[in-house]
């Protein structure tokens, strides 16, 4: 995968954008809110059509251009997938509507062609660090699940269609389920979304499975060596239905111990799935809302045996957070064939001086990658002289002379 040329017209504070991506490094250099963080939001929106700063597209259209009846904002990259030359095109349209209010469309295009976004996600793949991602570890399951789903979206083929198809499904049951708490009826309604739900959330556990275990692998890897073999980094799948067996008596597992999910089928879960929603039936009424599913799963970090969020010390976070994001441009090339781009967010200022030094270690001409910080003496001077620099000031970007 390889970024050749990158186009932005009022995204953000960037009123203009529009370079030509060298295949070596990228270092962007300016002091806060100037907009380096605003190229990586771009790039990263093209793989995603996501923001990882926020989940209201309207937010990064140029607040001047906003305040037009009509606002456009157009992010387009021309790149390289094997072979192969595309472009990807993405349309942000705030339209008028009614008599003061406006609303916001998108459109997006693959070579030329009005594509919808699930169908397209993946087709350019990026991976992104920014300092606030420590959420995934920190934060609530809301944090660790938009991380899989983001993930998985890129790499595994139709992941987005279904987790859509999931969600839709789970909206018309936890309306049915309402209804029947508050005026009662026939519960068979619920067998028809019932099977929508075990049907699509099956796929969704068993794809989380397998990806789960397959990226710890490397993590845990790329951990140890950071951690020069002190830790042992796990990854810890907390599905709300789990179709592992639990032992006879036991209520649940505690989060050091290592669970092998990986010879479950898709029917074992279906079946599984199907008839805990029916047992607990009587219970979700009562409730009015859907207990169990991939709507409510968790990931949890484990290190020597000891809960990251819980126990973690900030050096250890940051580390398996770096950890994970290397591991998932690995994981992603495994994937698809193709490495991702990386998007590395003041990430040196994070890390210590080995850590730095790791860090690039692992950053090989085989990358295309692009770094932001305010500090140019973060990197090793043989780095940067090799990387290309552009300075960054009120939205203004500059390749410096080489």
């Known amino acids: 995968m390889y970024l050749k040329h990158l186009s932005l017209t009022n995204f953000r504070s960037l009123t203009r954008l529009d370079a030509e991506l060298p295949r070596r490094a990228v270092v962007l250099v300016g002091q806060n809110a100037q907009g380096k963080t605003s190229v990586l939001e771009a790039i990263y929106f093209l793989a995603a059509f996501t923001s990882f700063q926020t989940h209201a597209d309207r937010q990064i259209v140029n607040f001047h251009e906003a305040k037009n009846p009509l606002a456009v904002t157009r992010l387009v990259a021309d790149y390289q997938r094997g072979k192969t030359k595309h472009r990807l095109e993405v349309r942000l349209i705030l339209e008028p509507t009614g008599a003061n209010g406006q609303r916001l469309r998108k459109e997006i295009l693959l070579d030329g062609a009005k594509r919808q976004a699930n169908d397209v996600i993946g087709h350019f793949n990026a991976v992104i660090f920014v300092p606030q991602m420590s959420?995934?570890?920190?934060?609530?399951?809301?944090?660790?699940?938009?991380?899989?789903?983001?993930?998985?979206?890129?790499?595994?083929?139709?992941?987005?269609?279904?987790?859509?198809?999931?969600?839709?499904?789970?909206?018309?049951?936890?309306?049915?389920?309402?209804?029947?708490?508050?005026?009662?009826?026939?519960?068979?309604?619920?067998?028809?979304?019932?099977?929508?739900?075990?049907?699509?959330?099956?796929?969704?556990?068993?794809?989380?499975?397998?990806?789960?275990?397959?990226?710890e692998r490397l993590a845990s890897r790329v951990h140890h060596e950071l951690t020069r073999g002190t830790e042992i980094l796990r990854l810890a799948y907390e599905p709300a239905y789990d179709p592992l067996p639990k032992p006879d008596g036991q209520l649940g597992l505690k989060i050091d111990t290592a669970i092998d999910r990986s010879s479950i089928d898709i029917k074992e879960i279906q079946e599984g799935f199907l008839a805990k929603l029916k047992a607990i039936r009587g219970e979700e009424i009562a409730r009015g809302v859907t207990t169990i599913g991939p709507h409510r799963d968790d990931l949890r970090f484990v290190i020597n045996k000891r809960d990251v969020s819980d126990y973690g010390s900030r050096g250890q976070i940051r580390t398996t957070l770096l950890a994970l994001k290397l591991a998932e441009v690995e994981w992603m090339k495994e994937r698809t064939g193709e490495y991702p781009v990386i998007l590395l967010d003041e990430v040196m200022a994070e890390l210590d001086g080995s850590r730095r030094a790791d860090l690039l270690k692992y950053v090989t001409h085989e990358h295309q990658v692009l770094f932001t910080t305010t500090d140019l003496t973060l990197f090793a001077s043989e780095f940067s002289e090799d990387a290309e620099v552009w300075d960054v000031q009120s939205g203004v970007v500059t390749p410096r002379p080489k």
């Open 135 to 215: 959420q995934i570890i920190e934060g609530g399951p809301d944090e660790r699940r938009r991380y899989l789903n983001l993930a998985l979206a890129q790499a595994v083929p139709s992941y987005a269609r279904i987790l859509s198809e999931y969600s839709q499904a789970l909206t018309q049951r936890n309306a049915l389920l309402k209804a029947l708490n508050e005026g009662g009826g026939n519960s068979s309604q619920l067998d028809v979304w019932d099977e929508a739900l075990v049907k699509f959330g099956s796929q969704i556990i068993l794809w989380r499975v397998q990806a789960i275990q397959e990226i």
